[in-house]
């Protein structure tokens, strides 16, 4: 049992504890006793239990996302901020394979700017996509919110099955209202990725979506001087 801090009147203001739920199961818990004062002038302690884990699983969260919002900030080219982009991606739970593609300028021609995780037979079978492809099509079609996590087409999802990929998103980056690209990430392991890295992927998408428009309009900026 450990103390995590001083709270109101000299008690601390949480515990590390471990307690046991009604199923058998040992559960860490940050337990901390709240000074009440009641409506007829008596005193009480309310005992609040916090889950530790869900607690850690927050901490981890909120640093993993000042570290990516740091080593964007310091990507200043496309190259850069999609490699940087790829390997966060890379660092979510479930994910296995990452990819950024940005669409050739003025063209519906999408070529892959920075990828991990798969082998080199796999990079060089999806390093551009014609106009015609399924993914080409559906993101020049889809609703999908800047960073929002879609499901690829059926066609386009089969397609990589020959490399093991069972499960495939794509989230569109928009400036403008105009799509000008995608992060893809792909699971080996599951059917359907994770709940929890969809939302990851998703939020990194995001944030590298408003990196890369910003490294746009300043090489636009500079080409204009």
Not at 26 to 36: K, R
Request: charged share 20%; proline share 4%; net charge negative.
């Amino acid at each position: 049992m450990n103390a995590l801090g001083d709270g109101a009147a000299g008690l601390p203001s949480a515990i590390a504890v471990d307690v046991v739920t009604v199923r058998g199961e040992l559960v860490p818990v940050a337990a901390s006793v709240v000074p009440l004062a009641l409506a007829d002038g008596r005193e009480a302690l309310q005992l609040v239990l916090r889950s530790a884990e869900a607690r850690s699983r927050s901490e981890r969260v909120l640093a993993e996302h000042r570290r990516v919002a740091r080593e964007l900030s310091a990507a200043g080219t496309a190259a850069e901020i999609a490699a940087a982009t790829v390997a966060a991606a890379l660092r979510i739970p479930g994910i296995d394979i990452a990819g950024v593609y940005l669409f050739a300028a003025g063209t519906d021609v999408l070529d892959l700017v920075a990828s991990g995780g798969a082998d080199a037979s796999f990079v060089d079978a999806h390093a551009r996509y014609a106009p015609d492809a399924p993914n080409v099509r559906w993101l020049r079609s889809t609703s999908a919110a800047h960073g929002d996590s879609m499901t690829l087409p059926a066609e386009a999802v089969a397609a990589l099955g020959h490399w093991g990929i069972r499960a495939v998103m794509a989230m569109p980056f928009r400036f403008r209202g105009e799509v000008f690209g995608c992060l893809n990430v792909a699971s080996c392991a599951h059917a359907e990725l994770p709940l929890p890295a969809q939302h990851a992927a998703g939020a990194l998408a995001a944030m590298a979506g408003e990196a890369l428009a910003r490294a746009a309009a300043e090489q636009a900026m500079r080409a204009s001087d």
